[in-house]
């Protein structure tokens, strides 16, 4: 009889060599040390947060915004050590987007990780639903991920691996919903388009992985930022909110950024084609806690 270690493709010889490029913490003071990132809608809500974070963890950041101010966020950025660029653009617009990441490969050398985060939501009934709500939300939510990911994935493609920054050529974090898979009544423009992003988000990290590029996405909750103030502001509409998330507690734009964070670091190298739900188990169906 044979054990698997008589199996002469289990002989050490036999084996790939350990790799030696994995990280370890001992050896990462910060995860993103000498990275650049690009974080779009960064000047608000998930976006900021995810922008500062990244910083922290030791990337300069290109703070993409397109209306008010990118100030304060620059402003961080820099209080944390990083240089930071902000630059306006609409990423539903193909123009914009490809002068963006040409700025920002211009001003910083490369970029390593890109962040597409800006979204919104026009909400209606199904029925009152306009043409051009629907368009705003794809064209935002899904085009603009399409023409972050495309003008990112050619820079990373183009410079291949540092390997003294990442063993990764790019790393591309899609911002999706919990709603790519719980459908949600009078948010079909918004739903589609997080639906899309995750079958976009899968096909790139098929597609680009053979260059060392991974993409992955992260699936965030309920998390107390503008776009949803109505669903968390009164005590009623949270004792509301509550019902939906199993960890009752709103998130924080802290906890998307700690997962944006990780996914972009080499502490995620073997992690590439995944939505990271972080949502406090609002997608473990909590009506079914009781019911069913
Ligand atoms: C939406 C929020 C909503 C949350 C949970 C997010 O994607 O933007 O408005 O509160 O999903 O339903």
Not at 54 to 69: F, L, S
Not at 194 to 216: C, D, V, W
């Amino acid at each position: 009889m044979t054990t698997p270690s008589d199996t002469p493709s289990d002989t050490a010889a036999a084996r790939p060599p350990f790799n030696t490029d994995l990280p370890a913490f001992d050896r990462m003071p910060k995860l993103l040390t000498g990275q650049v990132a690009l974080v779009t809608g960064a000047n608000s809500g998930i976006g900021q947060a995810v922008a500062i974070a990244m910083a922290q963890a030791g990337a300069d950041v290109v703070v993409n915004y397109v209306a008010g101010t990118a100030d304060p966020v620059v402003a961080a950025i820099e209080q944390a050590g990083r240089r930071a660029l902000a630059v306006k653009a609409d990423v539903s617009e193909e123009d914009q987007v490809v002068a963006m990441v040409a700025e920002a490969v211009k001003a910083f050398g490369t970029i390593d990780i890109m962040v597409a985060n800006a979204g919104l939501q026009r909400d209606a009934p199904l029925t009152a639903m306009t043409l051009a709500e629907w368009n705003k939300v794809i064209g935002v939510n899904l085009t603009g991920q399409f023409l972050c990911a495309r003008e990112a994935a050619k820079e990373f493609i183009r410079r291949g691996v540092r390997r003294e920054v990442s063993v990764a050529a790019g790393k591309i974090v899609c911002m999706s919903s919990v709603h790519e898979v719980i459908p949600w009544a009078g948010h079909v423009n918004y739903a589609s388009s997080k639906g899309g992003i995750q079958m976009m988000m899968k096909s790139l990290a098929q597609e680009l992985a053979p260059h060392r590029i991974r993409a992955n996405a992260i699936g965030p909750g309920a998390i107390r930022t503008p776009i949803n103030t109505a669903a968390w502001e009164t005590p009623e509409a949270y004792a509301k909110l509550m019902a939906l998330v199993p960890y009752r507690r709103i998130g924080e734009p802290q906890d998307i950024a700690n997962a944006a964070v990780f996914l972009a670091s080499d502490m995620a190298d073997y992690i590439n084609g995944i939505t990271l739900f972080v949502d406090g188990g609002m997608t473990c169906y909590p009506g079914f806690a009781t019911g069913g």
